[in-house]
């Protein structure tokens, strides 16, 4: 009779610490952007901030929701990129109303359907990010249903879906490096960042993942270190320009 009880509770902490690690995965995922929305919301200032980080999100995503329907893999990961998708979008909202009261001099409006490519992800109007990526959604999905059963396509998808997603910090380390400095990124998105992928490439060992999952999540790692040093190496130039927005 001990044995029994002692196997059902084994099997009711396994799986309270299974339900809590997909929590933690799906909350975990958007959490680092918290931070970094209250600050572009308090301070009006998208400047900052890379839209491209947003842009790479929703690519690696959407590959992976795509991925989900060639090779199945666990439900939160899946729930997680939905969460993601729509946290990226209001991201984009939040700067792109931002960008248009801080224009002094209105300028001419750019959208997704001019096609321009100087302007590319640049655009003055939220509904043409919406547009471009239900297109890429489309398309995607269109070229997934007819190569659904040709395997090294469906690995290609995982694959560019898991690196797409582990270049993250890129957008955001060219922005650093372009101003010289770190002012208007979130340091907490960051530090949040590194936890998050930590723990998430541990989950994906520990879980068994498809190994693009693990390998990607580690260079994701990385590159927040990266980051990181950034923060380090402009901090007086940060600093600098924190006391000129102020008007110290």
């Known amino acids: 009779m001990d044995w029994i009880i002692s196997d059902e509770l084994g099997l009711t902490v396994g799986h309270l610490v299974g339900w809590g690690a997909a929590t933690a995965m799906i909350v975990g995922g958007v959490a680092p952007y918290i931070p970094q929305y209250r600050q572009i919301k308090r301070t009006q200032d998208a400047e900052g901030f890379s839209l491209y980080v947003c842009l790479t999100l929703l690519i690696a995503n959407t590959l992976r929701i795509l991925f989900w329907f060639g090779k199945r893999y666990e439900i939160p990961l899946l729930i997680q990129s939905i969460v993601m998708n729509a946290t990226m979008f209001a991201m984009i909202h939040l700067c792109v109303n931002v960008r248009k009261k801080n224009q002094i001099i209105r300028a001419r409006e750019r959208i997704f359907t001019d096609m321009d490519r100087k302007y590319f992800w640049a655009w003055t109007d939220f509904q043409s990010y919406v547009d471009c990526m239900l297109v890429f959604s489309v398309f995607g999905a269109a070229i997934t249903?007819?190569?659904?059963?040709?395997?090294?396509?469906?690995?290609?998808i995982g694959f560019l879906a898991v690196f797409t997603e582990a270049m993250l910090g890129a957008p955001q380390i060219v922005k650093n490096l372009g101003n010289k400095s770190t002012e208007g990124m979130s340091l907490?998105?960051?530090?949040?960042?590194?936890?998050g992928d930590l723990f998430k490439t541990a989950y994906f060992v520990i879980r068994e993942a498809p190994a693009?999952?693990?390998?990607?999540?580690?260079?994701?790692?990385?590159?927040d270190i990266i980051i990181l040093i950034q923060v380090w190496l402009y901090r007086q130039n940060t600093a600098a320009a924190r006391r000129v927005r102020r008007g110290d």
């Open 145 to 156: 249903y007819l190569l659904i059963e040709f395997s090294p396509f469906v690995e290609l």
């Open 212 to 223: 693009q999952f693990w390998v990607c999540g580690s260079l994701q790692v990385l590159l």
């Open 188 to 195: 907490s998105m960051v530090i949040m960042w590194t936890c």
